[in-house]
């Protein structure tokens, strides 16, 4: 770096947009280059912080200098660029984006023992398995990355993202180990994106069998040090593949040829905490910065992923078949209303199919998104219902351990049987979930071996992957779960899937209602009958003639995908228009719908003119989460750099308001969680 350039701006790890400027000392003049990891004086004390650009001059009259230079490689040129995208799109902090790129954070990462301990496994090249034939769907679609990649007849390969929309067992996974053995010939490197850990094992479990040990994975539930080595190992070119979850599009893959992201559709791929970005969006642009290819896999599209298929922007390849020509599963819709239930969750037709499959040592997977022994519980007597002291929201009753527990943030209070308030025996429980369900199994069906996979039994000590891996192995014969066990997951001897309660998240605040509710119907479906034997699907609902449902229980994409449109269109909502969420934060109510009404009024003066239209503000549907008040002002616009615009104008406006001390504003740009 050439000393006509002395100053350096850096970016700490605070929720600050600004850059701040340095002298950089001679000692450290070729250390400190963009992307360096470093330390400097901040307001007193010493912080860690980037190197983000270096500059020749500046206005400045007094320029404190670097302290020191902890890893001059830390951040590549490449995920700089990135970095300073996210924090641009998102309008956020960029050096919160870049120290959420680092696995583990800054804390130790420098001297970290898991990057020194890293080491590589030889380069093994092993053939592509001849006894996988693959289906006229597969061999479409690996043709068509192929074609992307530059194999296809075509010069060279280039940014194309190509939507892989195959129906639940097609095999999805082949063509993305095809695709990731032509980026290993060519001597680069792929990543796979998954939304779920438990998911990822499986995926993970796949590329070694094809890979060998060049294969690391990157997500949050790994040890530090291990996550740290296999990032070192990446940065090295040491690795053929990285699958990992969210934050691994960050991952530090010099010669990255491909990118994958599974089950695009996924809602966790949206970060919800500090910086809101999304993980396939943010996958998308960095292919496009590469010029390199990315495959969206999913058997449920996203109505956004759809939509720039139809604008010509994404291009469709489909799996309409599943593999050896295995059918899909028989549907059928119990309609709670009219059909008495044998025992609380359980209707007399799912009782009979699970006996069955008990009797023909078949496995069963019943699916509820909603955990813990019951929803909420409410004295007769007085009609005292136990709430949380934090979070707008009532107690959710845990039979293991015996407790009511806030799902929000964790507030725990013993379990008593008679009412705190009126001292009555007359506690009425509602909304069953996993464990009350668990308990009804037992009674029902004593012989039968359960193993429930949720949140909490996933915190009890026994991680996902083992409790999967035990029904994989037959030692279970019903597998009773929330979300986590909907998607992605393959299991030969499931022949039944019980869907509990179908209208779970079908009347949420939310616009996305219906679609999660169809992906998540969709996909829990895909479970049975991907074995020898033919899988059958029962779902129980007190809504069967909801589009979501009904066009569910046919496998109808067609039909659901027009009425959910129709909808959209006319409400005014994505994909037809872009929104901006921002969201006002405070411990004291008046001081933040005080703040929510001027920052409204700042929005409405940055939209003037424009073409975006300010709602709100308004509380959010959740009003009080953690202690903290939620008002929320909606943005909403047809274009992304005028909704943008206002909204930085809005947050710019906010930083300098008297309430900013006690009220924080923050933007969520294409929010996904209306909650």
Known sequence: MPRTLPFAQ????????????????????????????????????????FVVERIAETTLDRVEPLASVLDADAVSPHLLALAHWVADYYLAPLGEVLAGALPGGLEGFAKSRGRKSATEDPIVRLPMPERVTLTAGQRDAVRAVDDALGYGGSAAGAFAPVVLHGVTGSGKTEVYLRAAHRVRESGRQSLVLVPEVALGDQVVHAFRRRFGGRVGVLHSYMGVAERRRNWELARRGSLDVVVGARSAVFAP????????????????????????????????????????????????PSLETLANVSRGKYRMARLPHRVDRRSMPDVRVIDLRVEPQAGGMLSRPLLVALRL???????SLLFLNRRGHSHYTQCRACGWVPECPQCDVSLTLH???????????????????DCPKCGAALLRFGGAGTQRVERELAAALPDARVIRL??????????????????????ADVLLGTQMIAKGLDFPRVTLVGVLDADVSLHLPDFRASERTWQLLVQVSGRSGRGRHPGEVLIQTCTPEHPAVAAAAKLDEAAFLASELDGRRDAGYPPFTRLVTM?????????????????????????????????????????????QFRWNVLLKGRASAPLRDCARRTLEAAEGAPWARHVRVAADVDPIDAM
Not at 259 to 269: F, M, S
Not at 276 to 290: C, F, S, W
Not at 403 to 416: K, L, T
Not at 454 to 475: C, I, K, V
């Open 399 to 417: 039979a293991q351990p015996g407790a009511w527990r806030c799902h929000y943030c964790d507030h725990v209070e013993p379990f008593r049987g």
């Open 10 to 49: 850096v970016a700490f790890v605070l929720p600050l947009r600004q850059v701040f400027t340095y002298r950089v000392p001679d000692e450290l003049d070729g250390a400190a280059r963009p992307g360096a990891h470093i330390q400097a004086p901040f307001r007193g004390r010493p912080r860690r912080g």
């Open 583 to 627: 969201r006002f934060t405070g411990a004291d109510e008046d001081e933040v719908s005080r703040a929510a009404t001027l920052g409204a009024d700042a929005a409405r003066a940055a939209a003037d003119g424009t073409s975006v239209e300010v709602l709100g503000p308004a509380p959010a549907a959740l009003s009080r989460l953690r202690g």
């Open 357 to 363: 499959r008990l009797e023909k040592r078949e496995q």
């Open 454 to 475: 949720d949140l909490d039994a996933a915190r009890a000590g026994t991680s996902r992957g083992a409790l999967l891996g035990a029904f994989a192995r037959g030692e």
């Open 253 to 300: 893959l010099p010669q990255l040829g491909l990118i994958v992201v599974d089950e695009e559709h996924e809602p966790a791929y949206k970060q919800s905490e500090r910086t809101k970005y999304h993980g396939r969006d943010t996958a998308v642009r960095r292919a496009q910065m590469l010029g390199i290819p990315v495959v969206l896999g999913s058997a449920t």
